[in-house]
């Protein structure tokens, strides 16, 4: 039997996944890593520790399926997106990552809006956003120049990981698109943007397609992983486009919905003029010449498990939602919004923080559980909204990601949404994808979509529920007041968060 390899470098862990060419997969392994948050706002990690994570991870997985490393075709990647890594020219990381969850950037991203204005949106598609890589390049250009001076490259944190193990410098147009340096209807570097911030070209790697093979592994690597140096290595993607191949979101009219740490709805684009003002993101797809427009939750996963940590610390996820199918729709009149590291879609605002409103003597743990659910739902479906009002419609969403994992959630997706909600039977989001892009790159089948097909298999559909999907409509409207209504009080007790 022959086997690709995924590799999904993401906030919390490393993934690796060998699939097997009916996309069964074989073994699957995890190792996590930390993240560090030195000072408000700001979110880091240490590129080494993505390195040997994901070096473990490959050896485990090669250890325990007990497979021979001759009948692993290739491997690729997913990647979390946006991280800045900034190289010497021999390769040495010369800062800590700074990831796409970090907000320190507001004031380099008005620097941006002033100094570019309309060509923003023209070029780079997307708006000035404080998790984006170029905002991150200019803090360091202004608070650590010397630093920016003895950069050779820029690279996202999978590019940085395949760099380390094949030695080969680049980047795909689906992570590239998420820098805002990327002219993203040309697939060039845009000489503009760079220039109207004193920023040299050559500092942007090449750029590849996904599923475009960058090399094979390094002895040492090979040595070190259990895999032979012959083994070949595709680009990869951004963990949203692999999140997108893995749920075969591969033509007009197919969205997902990802709750991971942070929380997407992504739905396929293929028409490249689509101006939709940077309401919402859009970038270019794994597949050659696609796109998607996508929202972006900040904290879904990561509020659920903020959450937990702080509050239910000895209890598994499991067990935390385990009577939230018995509280009705509303939380028994408690509404929270996950806005604890700052929002992205609809509201763009790093300073703007979560609450629990119409908190009761009656509410149980499992209330505020619930709300929580509910809030980050309700949250997704500001983005369903906009894409909605695009002009797609939306009547069925592939779920994805660890929030997927849970029936009450589901069906609350599919109630809050008012779409049916696909579980799909293997769920391993981007992983799948970065497999895909290994399999299609490896020559097993002829096109990305021909591969989903023998790859991606539902499993259930949830359906909404018409009485559900009315309470819910009631509660949307009154968390969207939530917003206005605190972003003020937000804004006076910035000053207090240390
Ligand atoms: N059993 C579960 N039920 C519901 N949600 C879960 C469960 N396990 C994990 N999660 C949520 O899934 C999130 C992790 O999802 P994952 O897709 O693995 O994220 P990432 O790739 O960002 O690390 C966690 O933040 C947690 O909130
Ligand atoms: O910033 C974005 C997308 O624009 C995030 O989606 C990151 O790409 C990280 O995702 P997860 O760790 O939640 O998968």
Request: net charge negative.
């Amino acid at each position: 039997m022959k086997y690709v390899i995924g590799v999904d470098l993401g906030t919390s862990a490393v993934k690796t996944v060998l699939v097997d060419p009916q996309g069964k997969v074989a073994f699957e392994h995890s190792e996590s890593y930390p993240l560090s948050r030195p000072q408000p706002n700001w979110s880091e990690q240490n590129p080494e520790d993505w390195v040997k994570g994901t070096l473990v991870s490959l050896r485990r997985l090669i250890e325990v399926s007990g497979i021979d490393p001759s009948q692993v075709d290739g491997l690729s990647f997913s990647g979390q997106m946006h991280g800045l890594v900034l190289v010497d020219k021999e390769g040495q990381v010369l800062r800590p990552a700074i990831l796409w969850n970090d907000t320190r950037t507001t004031a380099q991203c008005r620097r941006i809006e002033k100094t570019l204005g309309a060509k923003l949106i023209e070029v780079a598609r997307n708006r000035a956003l404080e998790g984006f890589t170029l905002p991150k390049i200019l803090w360091v250009q202004e608070n650590e120049p010397e630093v920016l001076s003895q950069a050779y490259q820029f690279l996202l944190p999978k590019d940085y990981v395949r760099l380390r193990l094949t030695g080969d410098y680049a980047m795909d147009y689906s992570d590239a698109a998420g820098t805002l340096l990327l002219d993203v209807g040309s697939k060039t570097w845009s000489a503009e943007i760079a220039e109207a911030f004193e920023l040299p070209l050559s500092l942007c790697p090449r750029l590849v397609e996904s599923f475009e093979q960058t090399g094979t592994l390094l002895s040492d690597i090979a040595e070190a992983s259990g895999l032979l140096s012959s083994t070949k290595v595709f680009a990869g993607g951004a963990d949203n486009a692999c999140g997108a191949l893995g749920a075969g979101v591969l033509g007009e009219g197919r969205t997902m919905c990802s709750i991971g740490t942070s929380g997407v709805v992504l739905s396929y684009e293929s028409n490249k003029d689509l101006n939709l003002e940077g309401k919402v993101h859009f970038f270019n797809h794994g597949e050659k010449d696609a796109y998607y427009i996508m929202g972006v939750t900040l904290a879904a996963g990561h509020s659920l498990t903020w959450f937990k940590e702080t509050f239910a610390a000895d209890k598994s996820f499991d067990e935390l939602l385990s009577g939230v199918a018995s509280i009705p729709a509303g939380s028994g009149g408690l509404l929270f919004t996950p806005y604890i590291v700052g929002e992205r879609t609809p509201h763009p605002d790093a300073n703007i923080r979560g609450s629990f409103i119409g908190m009761d003597s009656g509410h149980t743990l499992t209330h505020f559980t619930r709300s929580v659910l509910e809030g980050i739902t309700f949250s997704l479906r500001e983005s369903i909204e906009i894409v909605r009002d695009s002009g797609k419609e939306i009547t069925e969403i592939i779920a994805i990601g660890g929030g997927a994992k849970n029936e009450a959630w589901l069906q609350m997706q599919a109630d809050i949404f008012n779409a049916s909600i696909v579980k799909l039977e293997s769920e391993q989001g981007p992983a799948m994808g970065a497999a895909m892009l290994a399999a299609y790159g490896s020559g097993w089948f002829t096109s990305l979509s021909a591969c989903a097909e023998a790859f991606i298999r539902p499993a259930d559909v949830y359906k909404p529920d018409p009485k559900q999907a009315a309470i819910y409509d009631g509660l949307f409207n009154l968390y969207q007041e939530v917003y206005d209504q605190t972003r003020e009080l937000n804004n006076k007790l910035a000053a207090y968060r240390q």
